[in-house]
């Protein structure tokens, strides 16, 4: 039977490396980002069939409408993933970059994320253990508001609750979707802030397909960030402050 995933944010990073380990397991994989140049590309050094589909996920009704395309012109859709996310630093608050990375990480985010859930719950798949599987790119810093980046901390500690409520929701749902949260702490990429720890997006992308497949709810790239993420909630925010800037 063809497996198939949808990859928004296949261009460059933890999508591409995603995109290459899924098909490297046996998925055609659906690329959609805005870089269509570097999706061509990318899908034609993919051992499996690659589709391609142009999308700013800004443009909210442009992006379902694109999904929903992209979804119909594959054989199968068992997996998506929402991996496109922007951060500027700015500890000036310029207002446009704080839009921005609201209008990526969440306005985009909620628009094609709804539109998965829409597909999986509304395409039947009767030979199929699970309607779906959605997938989120979250962050360790959606449990630290950062100085230098506010809007992308809490862009992502929005995604990692929208997340959450979606598995609530599932678990009082008819379809049988499972939802993943996937927080990294550095992983090599454009938009990488810092060293520590620092994973290629090749390890990173192991370690979401292991994720995917074992369908865990949530996971920390690489794991031993969890550790971090337990010391950031359990810590009083005033010494957070003086640890992260
Ligand atoms: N790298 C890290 O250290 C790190 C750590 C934690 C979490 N993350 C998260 O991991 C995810 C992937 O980031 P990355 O590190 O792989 O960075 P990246 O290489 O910059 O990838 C970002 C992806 O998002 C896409 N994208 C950006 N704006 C878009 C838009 N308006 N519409 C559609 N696609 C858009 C980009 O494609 P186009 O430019 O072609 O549109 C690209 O494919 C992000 O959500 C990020 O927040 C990264």
Redesign the pocket.
């Known amino acids: 039977m063809t497996k198939g995933a949808i990859i ?8 591409e490396a995603l995109a290459r380990e899924l098909a490297a397991d046996g998925y055609e994989v659906g690329l959609a ?3 269509t140049e ?1 999706m061509k590309a990318i899908g034609a050094e993919l051992p499996t069939k690659a589709y391609v589909a142009t ?4 443009d909210t009704a442009d992006a379902r409408e694109g999904f929903f395309e992209l979804a119909n012109a594959m054989p199968a859709v068992d997996v998506v993933v929402l ?5 500027s630093i700015n500890p000036d608050l310029e207002w446009t970059d704080e839009r921005r990375t609201i209008d ?2 969440v306005r ?1 985010f909620v628009a094609v994320a709804t539109a998965a859930l829409e597909y999986f719950e509304t395409t039947p798949t009767p030979e199929k253990e699970r309607d779906g599987h959605l997938v989120g ?5 959606a449990h630290v508001g950062i100085g230098a980046l506010p809007a992308y901390s809490a862009s ?1 500690a929005f995604v990692s609750r929208y997340l959450e409520g979606l598995r609530a929701r599932q678990s009082r749902s008819e379809s049988d979707v499972a939802i993943t949260t996937v927080e ?4 090599d ?5 810092g060293s520590f720890w620092e994973c290629s ?1 090749e390890t990173a992308a192991e370690q979401i397909a292991r994720a995917i497949r074992k369908e865990r709810e949530h996971v920390y790239v690489t794991r031993r960030w969890r550790l971090v993420a337990w010391l950031l909630k359990a810590m009083p925010e005033s010494v957070r402050r003086r640890l992260v800037a």
């Open positions: 928004v944010g296949a261009s460059s990073g933890i999508g980002a805005r870089r570097r999308m700013d996920v800004t991996s496109a996310g922007v951060g990526v990480n985009g790119i979250s962050s360790v810093a992502k990294p702490g550095y992983v990429t454009e938009l990488s802030y997006p």
